[in-house]
């Protein structure tokens, strides 16, 4: 017999070992199989914090079923391969789930490998060149392998379970199954892809890197074929034709060529809102302080999530990162973008998050559904002029940005952008509408932070990525609205809004083209 003990606290510092002792006293004996389902902090009361468990123990040794899929027919598999665009937790996720259900999926993505990858991004940081096609926003893994690893999720999809459960499978952490906030980091993440890419080839899947989706061929409503791009090698340079029997377009957010191509082929797309800003560092001991007290250092790196409706347009911080460091994240040539990244001690001097508010398509102008786009790039621009016509990006302390005057010396908090960031009065990168937003926001998020509008805070622009411009139409079977056999999926299609949510789009995607197989609408 099962039973679920709720409620079960230790005060920090206490090691998790009591928590049997504790469940052994409740139960009057020592169970057979005793697990953590749940973790969380209560910090409500800087003076009794405590974290909070819920555990299950069984009488019985615990019997885990296989959890096998179904597999498609030899019969039914169809003759042309279903193709991915995308190696991000959307497309990974995707190709690990048709697999397991007898296809072999061939991945197409952009960029390189996460290994050649990491290199690109430290030599771009310490200032070499940007590679438009392997940098934070493209390569394997997408842009989640370089930001925290955060997993935690607003949506409540029934994939979410099985979504961890599957990163634990390849190498994640186990506590991110019962943690309240889990979390890989950047550093473990990285080794997970690769763990995923080698299941996937060794399960008869192609992976193909350095390959851009660069057309789509749609004959009778239907797409029949890709053109790819191949650079540096992987089977030649230069353009080629694959027959295709379904594409999943899992390109992430930042994939502004691939939404122009797919506009020019007569693809459903639309404007979606979203939201710009900067990157704001606080110390990181400053904000354990506020949130926990004197205890703080007991206690793991403290995070906060924090909305504020000051202003006409709502504000709120987003992907904030403990210990961590801002990142260099352009794409395009003559842009400047930031994002946040941590690893899994999130042991950094500073505290980081994207301090971003809400546009929408009233903010942009033309009626092109790539409006946002280009709202996206002028920004970008705008901090790159800013920042002296280089990859430095522009800051300003808080303190002189809400009194509108340029700062001259960084105090207590230095800032992580690594290339060497320019002092500028941030008011030339953004439109008033934005700066007046982001001023109201920092002082109401103040009263709930003690020190977020601290004058020594370092904000650094331009925030620009936070999610897609746009949504690729799809229906209830997840395909395009306007071309069957295309199925838009995750971040960038404009249906997910972090890590997870990603990769739980990818199952979804997978079954939705098992359904239709097993239809035989395809084969």
């Known amino acids: 017999m099962k039973k679920i003990l709720t409620d079960l606290k230790l005060r920090p510092g206490q090691s998790e070992e009591e928590l049997l002792r504790i469940a052994e006293k409740k139960l009057h004996g020592k169970p057979a199989c005793f697990r953590i389902l749940k973790k969380s902090l209560d910090a409500r009361d800087k003076n009794n914090i405590r974290f909070v468990y819920t555990v299950e123990a069984s009488d019985r040794p615990e019997r885990k079923s296989p959890g096998e899929l179904p597999r498609i027919p030899q019969n039914r598999i169809p003759e042309k391969p279903v193709l991915i665009a995308g190696s991000g937790p959307a497309g990974l996720f995707c190709a690990i789930r048709l697999i397991r259900h007898g ?123 890709v053109k790819l791009c ?87 911080t987003f992907c904030m990162c403990p210990g961590g460091y801002v990142m260099p994240a352009a794409s395009e040539a003559g842009g400047v973008v930031t994002n946040g990244m941590s690893n899994y001690a999130r042991d950094g001097v500073n505290a980081n998050s994207a301090l971003v508010v809400q546009v929408t398509g009233a903010d942009f102008s033309g009626d092109s559904p790539l409006a946002g786009v280009e709202f996206q790039r002028r920004l970008e621009r705008a901090a790159f002029a800013a920042g002296g016509g280089t990859y430095a990006a522009p800051v300003q302390l808080v303190g002189d940005f809400l009194c509108d005057r340029e700062s001259g010396a960084f105090r207590s908090v230095m800032p992580t952008y690594p290339i060497s960031p320019v002092f500028a009065n941030l008011r030339s990168v953004f439109p008033e509408f934005l700066t007046s937003a982001l001023k109201a926001a920092l002082c109401d998020m103040d009263r709930r932070l ?74």
Request: glycine fraction near 12%.
């Open 103 to 225: 296809l072999r999926p061939v991945l197409v993505e952009r960029g390189p490998c996460v290994e050649e990858r990491a290199r690109k991004i430290e030599l771009f940081s310490s200032g070499g060149p940007l590679d438009p096609e392997g940098n934070i926003q493209f390569g394997e893994g997408g842009a989640g392998t370089f930001s925290d690893g955060k997993l935690n999720t607003g949506t409540h999809g029934s994939f979410n379970r099985e979504v961890l459960e599957t990163f634990v499978e390849f190498g994640a952490p186990e506590e991110i199954l019962w943690l309240n906030k889990p979390h890989i980091g950047s550093d473990n993440l990285r080794g997970v892809v690769r763990n995923m890419r080698e299941y996937i080839v060794n399960h008869g899947g192609r992976v193909l890197f350095n390959t851009r989706l660069s057309d789509i061929v749609v004959r009778g409503g239907r797409v029949t074929a």
């Open 230 to 316: 191949r650079r540096n090698g992987e089977g030649g340079n230069g353009e080629e034709s694959v027959e295709v029997s379904a594409l999943v377009l899992a390109i992430g957010h930042s994939a502004r060529d691939t939404f122009e191509m797919l506009l020019s082929r007569g693809v459903a797309i639309s404007r979606k809102d979203f939201a710009v800003g900067v990157r704001i560092e606080h110390l990181q001991s400053e904000i354990g302080l506020a949130q926990y007290g004197k205890e703080y250092s007991l206690l793991p790196a403290a995070d906060y999530k924090l909305v504020s409706h000051a202003s006409e347009r709502a504000a709120f």
């Open 450 to 523: 003690k020190g977020f509008a601290c004058p020594d805070a370092v904000l650094t622009a331009v925030e620009s990525r936070t999610s897609a411009p746009v949504r690729i139409e799809r229906g209830a079977d997840m395909q395009s609205v306007s071309v069957v056999g295309l199925y838009p999926s995750g971040e960038g299609a404009g249906y997910a809004g972090g890590i997870t949510s990603s990769a739980a789009d990818g199952f979804r995607t997978a079954e939705a083209i098992f359904a239709r197989i097993m239809k035989d609408e395809c084969a």
